[in-house]
């Protein structure tokens, strides 16, 4: 029977045990003394490898700890230290820009699935909003 007729549940791994031919000791024996002599010439032997020396190699490790004795700012910037944005920078402008930048400030939301945050205008769906996709 051939296996692709056979149920899914039968495997070619065999899970019993099978029966052993008797081993050819004096075979066995042969290639076992050859791989000794052969061991012995590279210096590779159990018992030569146990007559070495063994060297401790030191290892050394960096130092990585630091020196807290100067103060430390963890808040690190990329932009080189300025803020930016339209409210860090919001008193640089004229009051009438100003109060249309707080006016449309309100009205910003992701319209669309994962999409970045646009300015909400009054013919929007808010029920709508975040749940639409980009493509229509």
Known sequence: MSMHMERAFLTTTHYGSRSQKPANTAKLRKSQTEHDRWLRK??????????????????????????????????????????????????????????????WAGKVAPLYNKGGLQVVTAGTDITQIGSKSRRG
């Open 42 to 103: 590279q210096g590779l032997h159990p018992e030569q490898l146990q007559a070495r020396p063994r060297v401790k190699v030191p290892v050394v490790l960096p130092d990585y700890r630091t020196d807290q004795s100067l103060p430390v700012s963890n808040n690190i910037r990329v932009d080189g230290g300025r803020q930016t944005g339209i409210m860090a920078n919001l008193h640089r402008e004229s009051p009438a820009v100003q109060a249309k930048i707080r006016e």
